[in-house]
């Protein structure tokens, strides 16, 4: 998303459509995310992970030989589908066999970890193509991660996933969310959508942040990007090898409050010495060691709390909530750029890292009480 940004920017396209762009993605994973559960069950969870896959490559392929804009939000809408199979299945077969409390939070900020590697690798690798002689032809990466989606087919269909076991009772959707109804599971939810909000603030439009406030070119732009991710990869592994010694309500707290001081620290290099000083450029992807463990952290915390057959649904709700908080992010920081208030910027992110903070109090103190 990051990168289509920050080449559709410069194609002319207003900052209002590349806002709600991000909802394209975002709003079908919150609507079939309920339907995915009873698609994952229906069909079993490695025929899924591969089906999900087999369209991402087709879509991949076909997207270097479309110009016209609105086939990038039909192609958002159904890689978004695709990503909310692939996660429910993904938290699915962890929680299927994993029970503890912290292994499951080692576990879980180990496949985050590798996401954000993956982040790390794809921007860098299109920065390398957008700043040579066939920078015209940048679309054509994508046919990179059509190949990487055959192959990780491949790597599925020869390996054994077990399958959790099928109720014989016919499932009733409206009663089983009406069983997530509860304060500690609200409140978690709303963390869940302001972490992702926090995070969606950077990893969209840092990029085009730097670009247009800090003047560096797409290149550099798309490397310290790159950056964050390569922090965000470090802070969760270092989480996974950590995360026995220390109770998860304090570390995730101490991240948050780490967060707040980096963000004070740019705010203060903004405002007695310079809007645009290229120090913030070193400061922001250091951002990411600490705002990468909260998602897994909070994940974990909650998920070892719900039964094992529930697991896939409950997963649906956090996926929702998440490509919740990723849309409204977009459309709120797609306003900032349109109408040119990015010197405000980490100003807002402080805000909303804030009012997670106060959030996050209030979840730990219910979970605390229920459980």
């Not at 599925?156 to 077990?162: D, G, P, V």
Request: proline share 3%; hydrophobic share 50%.
């Amino acid at each position: 998303m990051g990168i289509i940004i920050l080449q559709l920017s410069e194609a002319k396209i207003t900052y209002e459509k590349l806002g709600l762009l991000e909802s394209f993605k975002d709003l079908p994973i919150a609507f079939f995310s309920l339907f995915a559960v009873q698609f994952i069950s229906r069909i079993g969870t490695k025929k899924a992970l591969i089906f999900s896959l087999l369209i991402v490559a087709v879509c991949s392929s076909i997207l270097p030989f479309v110009k016209v804009f609105w086939f990038y939000k039909l192609w958002f809408a159904i890689i978004g589908t695709c990503f909310a199979i692939g996660k429910i299945c993904v938290f699915g077969i962890i929680r299927n066999n994993i029970s503890d409390e912290k292994s499951l939070t080692k576990t879980m900020s180990n496949v985050e970890a590798s996401f954000m590697i993956g982040i790390f690798v794809i921007n860098t690798g299109f920065g390398w193509l957008i700043s040579s002689q066939y920078s015209e032809y940048w679309k054509f990466g994508f046919m990179g991660i059509a190949v990487l989606s055959v192959v990780t087919m491949f790597l599925f269909s020869r390996l054994e996933i077990a399958e959790p076991e099928k109720s014989s009772q016919r499932e009733d959707l409206l009663s089983d969310l009406s069983g997530f109804v509860n304060p500690s599971i609200i409140a978690f939810l709303v963390v869940v959508f302001s972490i992702v909000f926090v995070e969606q603030s950077f990893n969209s439009w840092l990029p085009s942040f730097y670009k247009n406030h800090l003047n560096v070119n797409s290149f550099f732009a798309l490397q310290a990007s790159s950056f964050l991710s390569l922090f965000s990869y470090i802070g969760r592994t270092i989480t996974a090898h950590i995360i026995h010694r220390f109770p998860l309500s304090k570390y995730y707290v101490s991240c948050v409050s780490l967060i707040i001081l980096v963000l004070v620290i740019i705010l203060g290099i903004q405002y007695f010495d310079s809007e645009d000083s290229k120090v913030i450029l070193f400061l922001f992807p250091v951002i990411g060691f600490f705002l990468s463990p909260l998602y897994p952290v909070v994940n974990s915390k909650m998920i070892v709390q719900i039964n094992k057959k529930k697991t896939n649904l409950f997963t649906s709700l956090i996926v929702i909530f998440s490509s919740l908080g990723s849309s409204v992010s977009s459309i709120v920081i797609s306003l900032l750029f349109e109408n040119q208030l990015l010197r405000y910027y980490p100003l807002y992110i402080l805000f909303i890292v804030t009012a997670l903070f106060s959030i996050s109090l209030i979840y730990f103190r219910l979970i605390k009480k229920r459980y």
